[in-house]
């Protein structure tokens, strides 16, 4: 019998990724300083300070304390060169929102992967706004996005993505003019909440979120709570364990980012939401969770939206549940950092476990053998922080090709996953 895993501590996850890059790019379009403290210090969120800085920004080194000079909604000017937003969708698609706004031209690029994802989904309602929008076959990077006066508009989108409506409503709130975005599904809010916490009239009804132009945009200091796709990991290897807890501290628990707890818990995991307080506009809790044995679930499309980042990681925990696990209404995954469905499955038999691909999702049935294998991770954080819980338990034996690719979302993720296994 392979021996115990066991788990012990408390965690500290870093900032909020999504949070991190929207309070550097509010406060550079804030009318005066923004202290931000906690920011995620990772390769995802340098890109977004990187594009700033190229725009005339005052982004400092990020540090756990730091202040971004605001240039108010009109003040960033044209780059000298390309900005190069590396691995990041957010920094592209939600900068080429901000410079559809503004009478520059930017031309963007990004790395490998990047340059592989569709940004069609911006530029067409960018171009529905009046911009001009050059992108490169298939709507791919490099992509230049002429700015300027843009029009009103109301658009409905295909796909449930904050990054898209994040792009529509910063183009129309730097432009002032209104916009109205319908989504299939809820995503995450987060430019909702922290634009209303600017003054900016943004309304939510249901799946449609509407902004009405304001003059100028207040700067107000944010605190980054930690990143539940973060903390998703630990509460993943807490369940797997045999014996032991872990607790992760001062994670944020909006609605549209608790997906993965609520799937954890609907497969027999114990899981225990402690300190639940409101900060900056977020709901903020302490997650502690402890082993169990986990059975199989079923996701379907209305459930992708909240979990979206640790779909990869559910099918980790599916591989140790016992039954058949059906994850669907998931094509989203095709064109993440990865092809999510593909690397998860090529991986999963590659270490010994059942999958099966989907067009839009997978299968995975559970078993307890233990598994051993090489992983390829296609440079995608999430599939290398997915296989290191897996290969975090006793008895399997995960080699990941490429493990600083987590630098792009957790560059400690290592040594906290040896720590509290030790
Ligand atoms: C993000 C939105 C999600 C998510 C990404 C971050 C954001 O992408 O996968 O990691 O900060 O708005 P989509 O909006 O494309 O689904």
Redesign the pocket.
């Known amino acids: 019998m392979a021996p115990l895993t066991h788990v012990a501590g408390e965690v500290a996850v870093p900032g909020d990724?999504?949070i991190s890059?929207?309070a550097l790019i509010l406060g550079a379009l804030g009318a005066t300083r923004t202290r931000i403290r906690g920011i995620l210090r990772s390769h995802d969120v340098e890109s977004t300070a990187g594009v700033l800085r190229a725009l005339g920004v005052n982004v400092p080194a990020l540090a756990g304390d730091m202040n971004v000079a605001g240039r108010g909604m009109r003040g960033l000017r044209a780059p000298e060169g390309d900005v190069d937003c590396g691995n990041s969708?957010?920094t592209a698609?939600?900068m080429a929102g901000v410079v559809a706004g503004l009478p520059v031209s930017v031309r963007f690029t990004g790395d490998q992967s990047l340059s592989r994802r569709p940004m069609g989904?911006v530029t067409v309602p960018l171009r529905a706004m009046g911009a001009r929008v050059e992108s490169s076959e298939g709507e791919r990077l490099p992509m230049t996005v002429h700015g300027g006066q843009l029009h009103d508009i109301e658009f409905t989108s295909e796909?449930?993505?904050?990054?898209?409506?994040?792009a529509l409503l910063l183009a129309a709130l730097v432009a002032r003019v209104s916009a109205t975005v319908h989504e299939p599904e809820p995503?995450?809010d987060?430019?909702e909440r922290m634009l209303q916490a600017r003054g900016v009239d943004v309304r939510v009804a249901g799946r449609s979120v509407s902004l009405d132009p304001v003059e100028s945009l207040a700067s107000i200091d944010v605190n980054v709570p930690g990143d539940p796709?973060s903390a998703a990991f630990f509460a993943a290897l807490a369940a797997l364990a045999q014996s032991g807890e872990l607790v992760v501290r001062d994670a944020c628990m909006n609605p549209t980012r608790t997906g993965f707890l609520e799937t954890l818990r609907a497969m027999g995991g114990h899981v225990h939401i402690e300190n639940s307080r409101v900060e900056g506009g977020e709901p903020i809790g302490d997650v502690r969770v402890t082993p169990a044995s986990l059975r199989a679930t079923r996701i379907d499309a209305a459930q992708v939206?909240a979990m979206?980042?640790e779909l990869p990681l559910v099918a980790i925990l599916a591989a140790r549940a016992e039954g058949e696990t059906v994850i669907g209404g998931a094509a989203?995954l095709r064109?993440?950092e990865s092809d999510r469905i593909a690397a998860m499955v090529q991986n999963l038999r590659a270490v010994g476990a059942d999958a099966e691909e989907q067009p839009d999702g997978l299968i995975v049935r559970g078993s307890d053998a233990p598994l051993k294998g090489r992983v390829i991770t296609h440079g995608d954080h999430r599939i290398a922080m997915a296989f290191g819980v897996l290969g975090a338990l006793q008895g399997n034996e995960i080699e990941i090709d490429d493990p600083d690719c987590v630098a792009v979302?957790f560059p400690g993720f290592w040594e906290e996953l040896r720590r509290v296994t030790a």
């Open positions: 990724k999504s890059h929207r969708g957010t698609r939600l989904r796909v449930a993505s904050a990054q898209v409506k994040s995503s995450r987060h430019t796709s939206p979206i980042d989203e064109v993440k979302s």
